[in-house]
């Protein structure tokens, strides 16, 4: 059973930095793309950021390139989202995600079948 967990939210002022981690666990992790989305209170929940399984291409929202940095690591079953420049309107429960066929990435929710629980991230002004 796929299982992913995510740690590393919390309370920071706008323009600090914060990095979320998600260990995934319950198969090959590097045959999958990880996706990192968002949930304001009240809204949709959104895309953030992609990583595909092997040769690492990255993709982001416009709300946070040049901002946030997706990573990976297959040795660890880690992706990683560092988070640089934080705004108010980043305030959201993060999540990671991943698909389950391999070789599948996307930019939508729906295109992602596994879920963390989601950590909170909170930025005051």
């Known amino acids: 059973q796929v299982q992913l967990v995510e740690s590393g939210g919390g309370l920071v002022q706008a323009g600090g930095s914060l990095r979320l981690s998600c260990l995934a666990s319950g198969r090959t992790f590097s045959n999958y793309a990880m996706g990192w989305f968002r949930q304001a209170s009240g809204k949709e929940r959104e895309f953030v950021a992609a990583?595909?399984?092997?040769?690492?291409?990255?993709f982001y929202a416009n709300s946070v390139k040049g901002r946030f940095t997706i990573s990976r690591d297959n040795a660890k079953n880690t992706v990683s989202l560092q988070m640089n420049s934080l705004k108010p309107e980043d305030t959201a429960v993060y999540f990671c995600?991943?698909?389950?066929?391999?070789?599948?990435?996307?930019?939508?929710?729906?295109?992602?079948?596994?879920w963390g629980q989601g950590t909170q991230v909170t930025v005051s002004s």
């Open positions: 990583i595909r399984w092997n040769d690492y291409v990255t």
């Open positions: 995600a991943t698909p389950r066929s391999p070789w599948s990435w996307g930019t939508s929710p729906t295109e992602y079948d596994y």
